[in-house]
């Protein structure tokens, strides 16, 4: 142990003589890691929000959206109504819920800011009673269509947050809007719907309603959101041949999480092509390693000559400067990686990222840069041992 | 006059594969405890040969060095090496101080890897120092001292260990005349009956110095003369 802190004392002294030359060796392994470690985490933390999104969204969410299956130029496709009761009835599905987008409604927070509105189309979008709890979405304020509402007939909204903060419209507050001149209550409030951003801006009401007002004749949905926690791929599978059943009606499904999933992915393949580009730089850093400490051992000859008169062996010569070559790696790697780290932190930063790092993966890529100097320190350690101290003392 | 601490016995160096040089032929020579020795001779007459073997930074090409009753050329370098750092003290011509090194660091050098303390080392360091009337310069780099200065510490650094022999090599080369007397004054202080110094010059003032002068030429000891009392 003693003899350990001894090396460590004469590495450090070596290196700390020449502070400018120690510096720039470091610099190899320094931007290795800084690089390697900043690609990686900029990549994790993006991801990281991709992976909240998926968290929050759920992966088994389906949407089926109404296809014609003769696909006429202008035909605007429904699922029959009869249909969303057999896609509820699959295994596998928990929920189901039945939307249908209505146009051509002038949709005013009150009749007197029609002229300043009518220049604003809002998506008034018909549904069933489950849409909160099919897309898991809570309710900001107030509560959602129920079947009263349904059965009644009763002219009810509820609006998304965005046209709810729009509208000034306070929690709980009793108001009405105008759809197309029809005074409709607003009910409640619903929270933002990651996954149909346009929902957030939309007004909701009831099939009855819709059926009722306008002039939709039958109360078919043009989309279905479905919710499928097991077997989530078959089930999408399935859903267009339940929609169907060999009849003119027809649906194509998707998963939207699919889609970030696959996103993380492309990421992964970015994340290696850093990774590789990194380990070249510290490659490269290694060499610059082999090369500087290779020449000071020439300009050190004298002092290594010395240190062997003093009785310092060939394998204590050697060991010096792989300690060199390892305080040079130790700290290159330290500094890369707090380095690295700063990085992801200010890009995380400035891009609203939550910062991801992994303190092992610092450590690993740490001691990566570690190896890296000791074996690019092996080449001057040996070259070191083998000067003879008689050439390198220049006797009388 | 004790036993040997430092014997050569029929050695020869010889340098080159195809063009062989002869530097030393045959020489055999003991260094005994409290002897005050020069190796004297013109340029190439092989005194630095000898030195290097003396010191064990050689191997001879045949023959025996032995370091008191221990046969070093078979020895392996790790163990060898600890020989010569207990053994032999080294003194040379260019101070060959490490420059990024205190003079305390510099004399702390000839301490490391023996398992001493480092407040140990610092203590042996400090009072070799001050016997070479250097204790107040002690945190000084070797570029903030003059040349006198520089080789004082080098003897301290040969001298910490507490070695059988010390080895100088051309001590007062590159000396102006005071520092040169000053140099040979420690030296004169350094003898010791558990001790031998050697020098080695071409200077016949400093070989004037010793007790024992011995003359060498185209590798071959020619004399071997005593020149003052025998201790």
Known sequence: ?396 | MGEPLLSLEGVSRVYGEEVLVHALRDVSLDIRAGEYLSIVGPSGSGKSTMLGLLGVLDLPSSGTIRIQDVEVNTLPDAERSRLRGQAIGFVFQQFHLVPHLTALGNVETALLYRNLSRKERRRRSLEALELVDLGNRHDHRPVQMSGGEQQRVAIARAIVAEPLVVLADEPTGALDTRNAANVMEIFAGLRSDERAICLVSHDLDVAGATDRRISMRDGEIVGDEWQGSVS
């Open chain 1, 1 to 396: 142990m003693r003899r350990f802190r001894e090396l460590v004392g004469v590495a450090l002294a070596g290196l700390t003589a020449r502070k400018i030359r120690t510096f720039l060796i470091m610099l190899g392994p320094i931007l290795g890691v800084a690089a390697i470690v900043s690609a990686i985490g900029i990549n994790e933390s993006s991801k990281g929000d991709l992976k909240a999104k998926l968290r929050e969204l759920g992966t088994d969410l389906i949407v089926a959206n109404a296809q014609d299956q003769i696909g006429g130029f202008g035909s605007n496709p429904r699922i029959p109504e009869e249909a969303t009761a057999r896609v509820a009835r699959l295994p596998d599905v928990v929920s189901v819920s039945a939307t249908l987008q209505l146009s051509n409604i002038v949709t005013l927070p009150f009749a007197e800011a029609s002229d300043y509105y009518r220049a604003f189309p809002v998506p008034v979008i018909a549904t069933t009673l489950e849409l909160p709890a099919t897309l898991e979405v809570p309710l900001v304020s107030g509560r959602f269509l129920n079947d009263y509402d349904e059965s009644s007939g009763a002219r009810v909204a509820v609006i998304g947050k965005d046209l709810a903060n729009e509208y000034g419209y306070m929690a709980n507050e009793p108001r009405s809007i105008e759809l197309n001149g029809i005074s409709y209550g607003v009910v409640g409030v619903l929270d933002y719907v990651l996954l149909e951003p346009s929902m957030d801006s939309a007004v909701f009401i009831t099939f009855a309603n819709a059926v009722e007002d306008w002039d939709i004749e039958e109360p078919d949905p043009s989309r279905l959101y479905i919710r499928a926690p097991t077997n989530t791929k078959y089930v999408a599978e399935e859903i267009p041949t339940v929609v169907s059943l060999g009849g003119p009606d027809g649906a194509n499904t998707s998963v939207p999480t699919d889609l970030l999933d696959a996103q993380s992915q492309v990421d992964e393949n970015l994340n290696n092509l850093t990774k590789m580009m990194g380990g070249l730089a510290l490659v490269v850093g290694g060499v610059g390693i082999a090369n500087v400490m290779s020449i000071s051992v020439i300009q050190r000859s004298s002092e290594i000559g010395i240190r062997r008169a003093l009785g310092h062996s060939r394998g204590t010569i050697a060991l010096q400067f792989l300690f060199e070559a390892l305080v040079v790696g130790v700290l290159g790697g330290i500094l890369g990686a707090g380095t690295g780290a700063g990085v992801v932190w200010l890009v995380s930063e400035m891009r609203g990222y939550t910062m991801i790092l992994s303190v092992s993966g610092l450590f690993r890529w740490a001691l990566v840069s570690v190896a890296v100097a000791v074996v690019a320190g092996l080449y001057p350690s040996n070259k070191a041992a083998r000067l003879e101290p008689l050439e390198t003392l220049r006797l009388g």
